[in-house]
Structures are given as C-alpha cells and as structure tokens.
C-alpha cells in the first residue's frame, strides 16, 4: 500500500494529460459553482455525513445527460462500502449502492 502511494505521484508527473484533465475538471466545477449550477460540496458533504452513519472517503462530480452529479462512498462501521449519487444542484439523493443506513 505504502509503495502505491508513493508511486501515485511519478504516475501523475509522468502523464501529463491526467494532470491537464484535472485542472479541466476542477475549472469546470468551479465554473458551476460560480454560476449557481450546483450547491457547494462542503454544505453537501457535511449533509451526507450528518444524514447517514460513515465516512465519507471519496467523493467525484460527474457531468451526465446534462445534469451535475456529486458521488459520495461512504464507509460505515461494517466496512462495506456504500454510494450515494446525489443531484449536485439540490442535493436530492439519486440512487444508492450498497446498504445505506440512516442515522436517526
């Protein structure tokens, strides 16, 4: 694990397109964001934690079908990995994967 993570880094300097992608993706984002497109991931991040028992540990904007999508994977306790796709603009839960728990 420790090896993977220290040649994560040469990868990324040795492809540079992965890099300009990146930047593509993360200009895009903030370009939505700016233009009232999608809600900021802190407000929906802290709503997805305080909303369902885990961690988050991973989460991706996608574009699809013209609609902004946030992915979140969470890691509850049992350490069965759970995503949730929520709609970047409202937040309204999409879909789940995985057994998703609620926290009450």
Do not use: C
């Not at 993706?25 to 934690?49: K, M, N, Q, S, Y």
């Not at 969470?74 to 309204?92: H, I, N, Y």
């Amino acid at each position: 694990m420790r090896r993977a993570l220290l040649l994560l880094p040469m990868l990324l300097l040795a492809n540079p397109d992965a890099r300009a992608d990146d930047r593509r993706d993360h200009e895009r984002a903030r370009a939505a964001l700016a233009a009232g497109e999608i809600r900021p991931l802190a407000e929906l991040l802290a709503e997805v934690e305080r909303r369902y028992v885990g961690r988050v540990i991973e989460t991706e904007l996608e574009r699809e079908d013209g609609r902004w999508i946030y992915e979140f994977k969470l890691l509850p306790s049992s350490g069965r990995v759970v995503e949730l796709r929520l709609d970047a603009a409202t937040g309204a839960l999409l879909r789940s994967r995985g057994p998703v728990q609620e926290r009450r």
